[in-house]
């Protein structure tokens, strides 16, 4: 069984950094980890996502130069460093998991089945 626990929400002043973490268990070098966030009002949305077999990553366009995402394969670990933050990426961050084999992924959120129980993040103008 997949389980998916996030932590390191919180409230910061743009322009500050945190850290996402998720701790993963159940998942193979055939899963894709992966972070979306949903604002209030809005549809939810990826943000980046990491294959398990290569380290292969995707950045969604709106974070690319801001956030990374890196992982502790042997934790079982996927992080999400986030920096220069600003209010519009105030959102509930969720951490997702599926199995799409070893050399496939993707980023769209209607593919994953399993999740997190989401973290928020707030960000003060």
């Known amino acids: 069984e997949v389980q998916l626990v996030e932590s390191g929400g919180g409230l910061v002043q743009a322009g500050g950094s945190l850290r996402l973490s998720c701790a993963a268990s159940?998942?193979?070098?055939?899963?894709?980890i992966g972070w979306f966030r949903q604002a209030p009002g809005k549809e939810r949305e990826g943000v980046s996502c990491i294959r398990n077999s290569d380290g292969s990553t995707y950045i969604a366009r709106a974070v690319q130069g801001r956030f990374t995402i890196s992982r502790d394969h042997a934790k079982n670990t996927v992080y999400l460093q986030m920096n220069s933050l600003k209010p519009e990426d105030t959102a509930v961050y969720y951490c997702a998991a599926e199995a799409f084999g070893r050399y496939s992924g993707s980023y769209s959120a209607s593919q994953y089945n399993y999740w997190g129980q989401g973290t928020q993040v707030t960000v003060s103008s």
């Open positions: 159940g998942v193979t070098d055939d899963y894709v």
